[in-house]
């Protein structure tokens, strides 16, 4: 009987993208979701992510896997969906575009006025990372996703300080580094010590997760550094 590995767990994450009212009489928004082949800030743990590309969210898109949109990343705050056909995808080479109509609820409601007058100007995603490379670029270091469960968007005005403990972890897996001194290196921004001096060096990273009861930031301190192995 063959067991099924479990999903990694799922990371948000926030790009600086234009969310706008595309109908006032239909109270229609829309904007992009997640911008193509550009940086992110500098997340924790010292690096910065890029989707590479439109095909980044084709598994999501061809299998027609319900997308959500939550106002806030609320669950109870539910704004449209690609099922019921209250919100509409559209991929190209510059990004995943999304259109949504926001229904009449206390959250649809709030949501309108929130983005009508700009209260509300951005927005986050939230995911499942598939398939990823981290790289060494110079004096960063850089993950490139290359596939993602796209599992829903979220018109947010505080975007949270988001975790990559899941994105550290699937680091640390790949290399056979214990993921605790692993997660030392991301605290310290010292990531770019596990690649060498080169800048062309890639570690191809698909998450992976594992039982590690501290944080990024919580990692002793005391612990020890990983050893590079000789090549």
Known sequence: MSTRKPLPDEETRYWRTDLEVRSESQRRIGGVAVPYNRRSQLLPGGF???VENRSAVAKTLGDKLNVTLLLEHRPDWLLASTDSDTMRLVNDEAG???DADLPNTSAGNDAWELIRTKRIKGTSIGFIAMDSEFRREGATVVRYLSAMRL?????TAQPAYPSTITAVRSLAAQIGEDPA???LLAAQGELRSLF????DLAVVAPPTVLPVPNAVGGASRNRRRPRRRPK
């Open 151 to 155: 599992l829903h968007i979220s018109p």
């Open 48 to 50: 910065y992510e890029i």
């Open 181 to 183: 001194d692993v997660e």
């Open 96 to 98: 995943l575009g999304f």
């Open 196 to 199: 060498g001096p080169r800048s």
